[in-house]
């Protein structure tokens, strides 16, 4: 096999297991499409002519490519695969979207490799509801306003999680009025909707921020959701809209040196509540070791009138998702820390994008 063939190889491989997941998570459409892109890739067609000029990491990275192309069908520049998108008011039922998309391909060659060098940038609203309970155990717990610090945060989104709503089983909590609504999120248990909650201050950190103010902002935050999970856009729209006026400050920084500055002093009066999802799997087992250590340094410095907890939703210690694995596409664990005191609880674990929630804590 030639040099080039083994990059095609590898190249279709990797759109293969994207494929995978995206079969395995809820977006068939997505899945067939990666495969045909895959087939393509290995025919050396349009796929492969716009991805191939790219180093392995790149062509690892499929979700690129899909997010380059649904850019184009949310901007009204490719009008021949919109009526195959849901995200723009298409169907499946339309047919095939794989001869559009691979006009796309051929066409716009040059506006899709643009895409490519965009990193992936999703905000899962849906894993508010996941992280839901944590908060609303450490506000029952220290009985003090929270003050919020997301590591990862993307857009900020998850940050205005308290101006969500959440509705399970005749109960309720959140703005009644909230574009963002989740209907019975919770399979298992319910955690305590009854705790009301203040939250004084949010601010995250990512290396790559996106402005949700913005058109450019909003629109790149789209063009990630997959096409065919319209309940996914819909809480991602509604999302942007509570953005434009609940404030969240935002900081294009590296977690750990911006979660040790964030850290340094105990404040009093206040709950300082560190949390993120699906982020320690992007991270060295030293950078996972540092993270721990800094809130371990700050848990010893936290007392009863300045907690300090530590909430996330990742996947298991140790474990690499895999589509068809063992830990598969989930569930994520969902375990609070809570600082004086420092016991570790698992009390929830979720899919991937949030619902379904299985609560387990107190």
């Known amino acids: 096999m030639s040099a080039v063939d083994q990059r095609r190889e590898a190249a279709a491989r990797s759109v293969l297991d994207q494929a995978a997941w995206c079969n395995a998570l809820g977006s068939p459409m ?73 006009s796309v391909l051929d066409e716009q060659a040059d506006a899709v490799r643009e895409g490519l060098v965009r990193p992936v940038q999703t905000n899962e609203v849906g894993r508010c509801a996941a992280l839901l309970g944590g908060f609303l155990l450490i506000a029952r717990e220290t009985r003090l306003p929270l003050v919020l610090a997301e590591m990862g945060a993307s857009a900020g989104l998850n940050l205005r999680w308290d101006r969500y709503r959440y509705e399970s089983g005749g109960a309720a909590w959140g703005d009644p009025d909230s574009p963002v609504r989740f209907s019975e999120p919770f399979a298992s248990g319910r955690p305590p909707l009854e705790v009301e909650v203040e939250v004084i201050e949010r601010r995250g950190c990512d290396l790559d921020p996106v402005d949700p103010l913005t058109e450019e902002g909003r629109l790149t935050l ?42 340094r002093e105990p404040r009093n009066g ?51 998702p895999e589509p068809g694995g063992p830990t598969g596409i989930g569930p994520r664990n969902v375990h609070l820390t809570v600082w004086p005191g420092g016991e570790e609880r698992a009390i929830a674990t979720a899919a991937p994008h949030g619902p379904p929630v299985f609560w387990h804590g107190p």
């Open 30 to 102: 997505y899945g067939a499409l990666l495969e045909r892109v895959a087939e393509d890739v290995r025919d050396g067609g349009p796929a492969w002519r716009v991805m191939g000029g790219r180093d392995a990491k790149d062509i690892a990275d499929p979700l690129r490519l899909l997010g380059a192309v649904h850019r184009l069908v949310l901007t009204a520049r490719a009008p021949d695969l919109a009526p195959f998108y849901p995200s723009v008011g298409g169907s499946s039922a339309a047919g095939d979207p794989w001869p559009a998309f691979r």
């Open 222 to 263: 789209l063009s990630f959701v997959w096409p065919d999970q319209t309940e996914r856009l819909e809480r991602l729209r509604g999302a942007l809209e509570v953005a434009g006026h609940v404030p969240a400050q935002m900081e294009r920084a590296e977690g750990a040196e911006w979660l040790e500055r964030a850290l």
């Open 270 to 320: 206040v709950a300082t509540v560190v949390f993120h999802t699906v982020v320690e799997m992007y991270l060295s087992p030293e950078a996972q070791g540092r993270l721990r250590g800094i809130l371990a340094s700050a848990g010893e410095r936290a007392t009863p009138d300045a907690p300090v907890a530590w909430l996330k939703m990742e996947h298991l210690t140790g474990s690499k």
